[in-house]
């Protein structure tokens, strides 16, 4: 059975620096893309980046470029979401999730993380 | 701001049909394939509708899907009070080098 798992809710400060994972399992991590996707309070999913694990190639979608930092590590078939400075806008439910195959560029997920809730608040 | 629009809100009482459109252009719609997400109150995104009109398994009849030229529809009928939830479309945008989704409809069941 394919699953994504994510790290748990995260209650931070501006300015504070942020890693979140998402491991897969029940199936060969290496060979699917993952993609994080931002869901801010009250409004719609959006696509933040997307890796392929077998070798680290990272798109970032034009929004989210320079803003946060998507990698993985094969070898525990986990992928990561980063942030060096939170900012309070920061603050929303982001998923992990698994596109249909290796191909690119991504047609649909097929596969989701339950979420991590991040909020940022002084 | 999306460049797949959707309509905010649609409603009908139990065993009625309800459909979804999603507008946009030949730069995302128009030259790649929809998908349809169904994310219900507190959970997760699931996928309902792949390569425009496919069903993944275990996902009932009940739900379809269309294109035609740069929009998609989501047909939903026989509703049930457990479809009261917010579906997006998605698809990928040639012109922006992104992955886009919709501006996300809320169904509710009268």
């Known amino acids: 059975e394919v699953q994504l798992v994510q790290s748990g809710t995260e209650v931070k400060k501006p300015g504070e620096s942020l890693k979140i994972s998402c491991e897969g399992s029940?199936?060969?991590?290496?060979?699917?893309?993952v993609a994080w996707v931002r869901q801010m309070p009250g409004k719609g999913l959006e696509l933040m980046g997307i890796i392929y694990p077998g070798d680290s190639d990272t798109k970032y979608s034009p929004s989210f470029q320079g803003q946060v930092t998507i990698s993985s590590d094969k070898s525990i078939s986990t992928a990561y979401l980063l942030w060096n400075s939170l900012k309070a806008s920061d603050t929303a439910m982001y998923y992990c999730a698994r596109h249909s195959d290796s191909l690119y560029p991504p047609n649909y997920f097929n596969f989701w993380g339950q979420g991590t809730l991040v909020t940022v608040s002084s | 701001q999306s460049v797949l629009t959707q309509p905010p809100s649609v409603s009908a009482a139990p065993g009625q049909k309800v459909t979804i459109s999603c507008s946009g252009s030949?730069?995302?719609?128009?030259?790649?394939?929809v998908c349809w997400y169904q994310q219900s109150p507190g959970t997760a995104p699931k996928l309902l509708i792949y390569?425009?009109?496919k069903r993944p398994a275990g996902i009932p009849d009940r739900f379809s899907g269309s294109k035609s030229g740069t929009s998609a529809s989501l047909g939903i009928t026989g509703l049930q009070t457990g479809d009261e939830a917010d579906y997006y479309c998605g698809t990928w945008d040639t012109s922006l080098s992104a992955y886009v989704f919709g501006t996300g409809t809320k169904v509710t069941v009268l």
């Open positions: 029940g199936y060969d991590f290496s060979k699917y893309w």
């Open positions: 390569d425009n009109n």
């Open positions: 030949r730069s995302n719609i128009g030259n790649n394939y």
